[in-house]
T-cell receptor
Framework: GAVVSQHPSWVICKSGTSVKIECRSL??????MFWYRQFPKQSLMLMAT?????????EQGVEKDKFLINHASLTLSTLTVTSAHPEDSSFYIC???????????FGQGTRLTVV | DAKTTQPPSMDCAEGRAANLPCNHS???????VYWYRQIHSQGPQYIIH???NNETNEMASLIITEDRKSSTLILPHATLRDTAVYYC????????????FGKGTLLTVNP
């Protein structure tokens, strides 16, 4: 299957700072990327969908000014958690797909800990 | 997208077949059945999908009942590395491709 890479795999940051997570499709052009969040012992929750060159579409309850998503190229999307707080500590996972009717592939996830 | 029901956990002996059931009684005619799995602290991994015919690939087989109200994912020879949470998801193919994850089934493969 296609490869999606996330960086960093884990990050610890101080409360009030911002953290950027990168998601790259390594061997295909991703027209659409998805960002998920997963709290311990819970399932994945979709945060937002981004199409290359367009503004992201956020799910209900997700603050777009806090979770900034940029999908400026067909191989890279970034998620920036602004003014992070301990409650933002979670496992963040991106997913990417190419054209319609192809499967989505997931990155390995980023463990964010805000102290 | 139709809801799915999966048992919260299952056990399987190493080397034996693992059969994971999924109920999707409200599935629509244009909705596919997808299976993903998530090994602890990793991103989900696509396994297989199907519409109404049984499907097989290098990872698993998918058996869909004739009325499409349920399906079974079969791992023919489970290994310890197959221990993971398995998610059954039904959705229309070609839509905005939102994957809505339920709680899945934690499959534990025992030596």
């Amino acid at each position: 299957g296609a490869v999606v890479s996330q960086h960093p795999s884990w990050v610890i940051c101080k409360s009030g700072t911002s953290v950027k997570i990168e998601c790259r499709s390594l061997d295909f052009q991703a027209t659409t990327m998805f960002w998920y969040r997963q709290f311990p012992k819970q399932s994945l929750m979709l945060m937002a969908t981004s199409n290359e060159g367009s503004k992201a579409t956020y799910e209900q309850g997700v603050e777009k000014d806090k979770f900034l998503i940029n999908h400026a190229s067909l191989t890279l999307s970034t998620l920036t958690v602004t003014s992070a707080h301990p409650e933002d500590s979670s496992f963040y996972i991106c997913s990417a797909r190419t054209m319609v009717n192809t499967e989505a592939f997931f990155g390995q996830g980023t463990r964010l800990t805000v102290v | 997208d139709a809801k799915t029901t999966q048992p919260p956990s299952m056990d399987c002996a190493e080397g034996r077949a693992a059969n994971l059931p999924c109920n999707h009684s409200t599935i629509s005619g244009n909705e596919y059945v997808y299976w993903y799995r998530q090994i602890h602290s990793q991103g989900p991994q696509y396994i297989i999908h199907g519409l109404k015919n049984n499907e097989t690939n290098e990872m698993a087989s998918l058996i869909i009942t004739e009325d499409r109200k349920s399906s079974t994912l079969i791992l023919p020879h489970a290994t310890l590395r197959d221990t993971a949470v398995y998610y059954c998801i039904v959705r229309v193919r070609g839509s905005n491709y939102k994957l809505t994850f339920g709680k899945g089934t934690l499959l534990t493969v025992n030596p």
